[in-house]
């Protein structure tokens, strides 16, 4: 079982719409939550990053973690075709080592 | 401020030669990790520096190194090419180790044949 769990998708939407990407994870060591955006053909961009269980918002983007079940979400709320990307989350341990997620696709349809 | 860059950004080489890869991070940031992204793995970690010194290493094979300079520039050597060893490696630089934010390049497209 791979640490870090991520449906990939492909996600379709049509513009506008809310979108849900999830993961889940196995090792309660994670403390440290993160969602990055790839763009193909490019790395990894940091979007959010949170410490503890709860929302996080930050403009069309929110963050949520629930430690006591290991699942984590990122909401994008009036998804444009710009969101069109690969999103990632990652999380880090107490020895400070990052396991990604393999990344769900979203295709925002204009 | 500059990002983080890597060079060269493609490359392609034949089983069973070597290969270096370089990372140079965002100007103050002494804390280097490297990543190997495939469609089937995505992102592992492979190792991680700061101040000259291997923090951590990821699950990979001796074939796998790398080192960092004073600078902070770091370089990975893959030896023994193999045709798995293709894929994005990418770099990611932060202030510390297991920094707040860390901040990736664009990555270098390793193809071997």
């Known amino acids: 079982q791979k640490e870090v769990e991520q449906d990939p998708g492909p996600l379709s939407v049509p513009e506008g719409a809310i979108v849900s990407l999830n993961c889940t994870y196995s090792n309660s060591a994670f403390q440290y939550f993160m969602w990055y955006r790839q763009y193909s053909r490019k790395g990894p961009e940091l979007l959010m990053y949170?410490?503890?269980?709860g929302n996080k918002e930050d403009g069309r983007f929110t963050a949520q973690v629930d430690k006591s079940s290991k699942y984590i979400s990122l909401f994008i709320r009036d998804s444009q075709p710009s969101d069109s990307a690969t999103y990632l989350c990652a999380m880090r341990n107490t020895g400070n080592q990052f396991y990604f997620g393999t990344g769900t696709s979203l295709t925002v349809i204009p | 401020k500059a990002g983080v860059t890597q060079t060269p950004r493609y490359l392609i080489k034949t089983r069973g030669q070597q290969v270096t890869l370089s990372c140079s991070p965002i100007?103050?940031?002494?804390?280097v990790s490297w990543y190997q992204q495939t469609p089937g793995q995505g992102l592992q970690f492979l190792f991680e520096y700061f101040s000259e010194t291997q923090r951590n290493k990821g699950n990979f094979p001796g074939r796998f190194s790398g080192r960092q300079f004073s600078n902070s520039r770091s370089e990975m050597n893959v030896s023994t090419l193999e045709l798995g060893d293709s894929a994005l490696y990418l770099c990611?630089?932060?202030?510390?180790?297991?920094?707040?934010?860390?901040?990736f390049g664009p990555g270098t497209r390793l193809t071997v044949t």
């Open positions: 949170t410490y503890s269980s």
């Open positions: 990611a630089s932060s202030l510390r180790p297991g920094g707040d934010e860390q901040y």
């Open positions: 100007s103050g940031h002494r804390s």
